[in-house]
Every structure is written in structure tokens, then in C-alpha cells.
């Protein structure tokens, strides 16, 4: 049983550069939420994703946007990238049935922007 | 507003010593709690949750945790501590379809 896969696993980007996470849930998930988490802190809420919508979204600007595909994957897309987009982007999928279905995550993917 | 607070940023234990990870939570509902442990370079993995019913619920990995509503905590506990539970450990509250509030974190050492 796949858990929550993400890519890639690091990334360096250069400021006004522009990227893309990609994230597959968990077999038989069908909720993606993505968190930031920058080093030394604790992860914070971006946005999630359910049935193809973003359905609620935490306190980040709009040069951060996101995707969610028919298979339930999602894409993480970070524009005009700032040093302060340095981070762990960590992926987590639930299941929408379940109440309060506790979120599995992947392992992240590092991004550094220079 | 919902926040987390874990007061202690790093704790350090023998190993095979006891092990207590304090978390105060405010929230205006009934909380639904987690707590999460993250290696190095690592995603998050879930040790153990709270919804309802008995306050003292068992984890993963000998962890267990108590609710005390009185008290808005949710701390963690290992009767024994090894080696390899070294690791950050984060509290959170969950809301709204599964959105996650975390703790600052705490950062265990395990001496040996």
C-alpha cells in the first residue's frame, strides 16, 4: 500500500523563478493539503484540495496556487519565488468520508531559492 | 483563535527513562488532537489522535497520550525511552475538514 509520494525530493530555484510540486495521495485518499514547513518551525496550513477545488486555504498570498487531478494527485505551484519561499513543502492526504480521517504525509520536497 | 502551545522547545532523557511531552491547546469546540513525530529531513508520522471517548488513548511505538479537558492538554507520554524515538514531536488540533494547527514543536534528545 503507497503511501503519500511527493517530487521531486530537493529543488533549487533562483528568486522570481517559478515551480511546481507534484504530490500522490495515499491508496483509496481522495483530500490533498499542502504545508509549509521552514526550518526550525512548524508546518502551516497553504490550501486543500477536494474534488478538483480548492476548498479552504490558509493565510498565503496568491503567488502560491495549486491543482488537483482527476487520480487525485496535486500540484503545488509557487510563482515570483522570494527567499522566504525556502522550505519544506510537505503533501497530506485523508479521506473525506472519514470524520476527521488523520492526514498521512510524505516525506516532502526541500526547496531552496537562492 | 485556535493555537498550540508546547512549552518546552528541547527536553533531554536517558534513555530508558520516562518520557513526558506537555501540550495546552485552545480551542472553542471539542477538539480533535494529534501527535505527529518528524525525523530529520523527514515527513510527518502520526503516533497516535483523540476524537472522543476514553481520555487515555494508546499510539504507535509505546506512546500514549491523556486528554484533560479541565486542563486543555494533550500530553504525550513513553514509559520508556529509546535511542531511535530521538526526533521533533508536534501537537495539533484539527478543524475543519481536517485542516491541522500545529505546535512549535519539541526536539527530544535520548542520552545514552
Known amino acids: 500500500d503507497a503511501g503519500v509520494t511527493q517530487s521531486p525530493t530537493h529543488l533549487i530555484k533562483t528568486r522570481g523563478q517559478q515551480v511546481t510540486l507534484r504530490c500522490s495521495p495515499k491508496s483509496g485518499h481522495d483530500t490533498v493539503s499542502w504545508y509549509q514547513q521552514a526550518l526550525g518551525q512548524e508546518p502551516q496550513f497553504i490550501f486543500q484540495y477536494y474534488e478538483e477545488e480548492e476548498r479552504q486555504r490558509g493565510n498565503f498570498p496568491d503567488r502560491f496556487s495549486g491543482h488537483q487531478f482527476p487520480n487525485y494527485s496535486s500540484e503545488l505551484n509557487v510563482n515570483a519565488l522570494l527567499l522566504g519561499d525556502s522550505a519544506l513543502y510537505l503533501c497530506?492526504?485523508?479521506?473525506?468520508?472519514?470524520?476527521?480521517?488523520?492526514?498521512?504525509f510524505g516525506n516532502g520536497t526541500r526547496l531552496t531559492v537562492t | 483563535a485556535q493555537s498550540v502551545t508546547q512549552p518546552d522547545i528541547h527536553i533531554t532523557v536517558s534513555e530508558g527513562a520516562s518520557l513526558e511531552l506537555r501540550c495546552n491547546y485552545s480551542y472553542g469546540a471539542t477538539p480533535y488532537l494529534f501527535w505527529y513525530v518528524q525525523s530529520p529531513g523527514q515527513g510527518l508520522q502520526l503516533l497516535l489522535k483523540y476524537f472522543s471517548g476514553d481520555t487515555l488513548v494508546q499510539g504507535i511505538k509505546g506512546f500514549e497520550a491523556e486528554f484533560k479537558r479541565s486542563q486543555s492538554s494533550f500530553n504525550l507520554r513513553k514509559p520508556s525511552v529509546h535511542w531511535s524515538d530521538a526526533a521533533e514531536y508536534f501537537c495539533?488540533?484539527?478543524?475543519?475538514?481536517?485542516?491541522?494547527?500545529f505546535g512549535a514543536g519539541t526536539i527530544l534528545r535520548v542520552k545514552s
Open positions: 497530506a492526504s485523508s479521506l473525506e468520508q472519514v470524520l476527521n480521517s488523520p492526514l498521512h
Open positions: 495539533a488540533v484539527g478543524f475543519r475538514r481536517n485542516k491541522l494547527v
